[in-house]
């Protein structure tokens, strides 16, 4: 079993959609959690980090269940902009080991 | 300025030669770490040094060889280069980590393609 697991997608969605994606994760001491954004062939970037209260950030919000290990980004009113590949991000190992799920594809349409 | 800068950018090679990656960053960061995306985009750690100590080695093949001079450079170096190498690798850094609410800031990739 991987040690991050994210629905690899694609999403495609209307602009204006709401979408959501999942990720799951195995090791149960895992400590922080994060969601990246990559656009092709670009570096990855920190989207917002996730708090076991639930947090949001404009049109993000984030949720964690350490109970079920599973974590969530849901977008509202998507933007053509929105478009990229959301990495979840666990951290482990007191924050030297950093682990990359594979990547959800959202494509967002006019 | 540019806070974590790699080179090169690009970088196409014969296998069976010997190659390096270079990373600095101007953060004031303790730890820095390398990443391997390949063709399937998976993200994955190789290394993570803090100040200029391994801390984490993914089991990698030991023909990839970290070197940090000090604690704002970690080179990569890659001997005797299979085709299997080819992928984009990144280079990171962080605070010192201390439980985890530090973000990693990334260099902008070396794509490493090997012939």
């Known amino acids: 079993r991987k040690e991050v697991e994210q629905d690899p997608g694609p999403f495609n969605v209307p602009e204006g959609a709401t979408v959501a994606f999942n990720c799951t994760y195995s090791n149960s001491a895992s400590q922080s959690f994060f969601w990246y954004r990559q656009d092709c062939r670009k570096e990855p970037k920190l989207l917002m980090s996730v708090y076991s209260s639930g947090n949001e950030d404009g049109r993000f919000t984030a949720q964690l269940n350490r109970a079920s290990q599973y974590i969530s980004l849901l977008i509202r009113d998507s933007k053509l902009s929105d478009s990229a590949t959301y990495l979840c991000v666990v951290e482990n190992t007191g924050g030297f080991k950093t682990i990359f799920g594979a990547g959800t594809r959202l494509f967002v349409k006019a | 300025d540019t806070a974590v800068s790699q080179t090169p950018k690009y970088l196409v090679t014969q296998m069976g030669n010997d190659k390096s990656i270079k990373c600095e960053q101007n953060l004031g960061h303790d730890t820095m770490y390398w990443y391997k995306q390949d063709s399937k985009k998976f993200l994955k750690i190789m290394f993570s040094y803090n100040n200029k100590e391994l801390i984490i080695n993914e089991t990698v093949p030991n023909r990839f060889s970290p070197k940090s001079p000090d604690k704002a450079h970690l080179n990569l170096h890659i001997n005797s280069l299979e085709l299997g190498d080819s992928a984009v690798y990144f280079c990171?850094?962080?605070?010192?980590?201390?439980?985890?609410?530090?973000?990693?800031?990334f260099g902008s990739g070396t794509q490493l393609s090997v012939l």
């Open positions: 990171a850094s962080s605070q010192a980590p201390t439980g985890g609410s530090e973000k990693l800031f």
